[in-house]
């Protein structure tokens, strides 16, 4: 009888502890899946870049396909920033033979290729969105939440006589890519809501089937007394 309790009890111990391990191991997959979804399809790009006096740079951003470009840039200084395709680029960029400024051809092609634009602010993103301590900007395109298959460039100008350094992070996010690690994270968030469930279900279970107390140092075990009371009950009818 001692034998099945103790063999009961370390059913329950086994079943709780492999609760445990169910549910740390659904925690688990779950964060080790999405860091990896996302570390191996959206790799941010950061580049650091000197601005001299009255001069520009600009950084292209290649879509392949349909997609989202995400951009943030801070700068010592305040600068102008603009994100435009590449027929608008070649318009800004032109702006000394044409005897104007960066800004005036920019301006003018707010909504014909030039979807963001920033004046002298040392810090923005793009899409606009409202970030604490992050500047919103001159113009937003409503239309650039996703972007066609083409080359996009961020340009920078900085009108200063003194030089001005820039910081840009950008991540270019196709839409195929983005829908197949929502897929791919779906599958893994199944399977840890599953071994999660299954962590509790067993939790659970070790608790409810948990054998009767042991008896204390030197007590007899109920069903041995039982068991040997009839014993001796039946040695009493056998003198008989």
Do not use: C, W
């Not at 951003?61 to 994100?83: M, P, V």
């Not at 659970?204 to 008896?215: A, D, E, M, Q």
């Amino acid at each position: 009888m001692h034998s099945l309790r103790n063999r009961i009890d370390l059913m329950n111990r086994k079943f709780l502890y492999l609760g445990i391990l169910l549910f740390v191991a659904g925690i688990f997959v779950s964060l080790v899946s999405l860091q990896t979804t996302l570390s191996s399809q959206f790799t941010p790009t950061a580049m650091h870049m000197l601005l001299q006096s009255n001069s520009f740079k600009y950084v292209p951003l290649s879509l392949n396909q349909t997609g989202i470009i995400e951009i943030l840039f801070n700068a010592s200084a305040g600068i102008d920033f603009y994100l435009m395709n590449a027929t608008a680029f070649a318009s800004v960029s032109n702006a000394n033979a044409l005897n104007t400024s960066y800004r005036n051809i920019a301006v003018a092609l707010e909504g014909k290729g030039a979807y963001e634009i920033y004046e002298n602010s040392t810090n923005g993103v793009f899409p606009g969105l409202k970030y604490p301590g992050v500047a919103s900007p001159t113009y937003l395109s409503n239309a650039t939440q996703v972007l066609e298959v083409g080359t996009y460039y961020a340009f920078f100008s900085n009108t200063k006589n003194y030089s001005v350094t820039a910081d840009l992070n950008t991540i270019v996010l196709p839409l195929s890519a983005l829908q197949s690690s929502f897929s791919t994270a779906g599958i893994y968030g199944g399977i840890s809501i599953l071994l999660l469930l299954a962590g509790i279900i067993l939790f659970v279970v070790s608790f409810f089937l948990k054998g009767k107390p042991k008896p204390a140092e030197g007590e007899m075990d109920e069903d041995v007394k039982r068991e040997y009371e009839r014993i001796e009950k039946g040695r009493k009818k056998e003198k008989k």
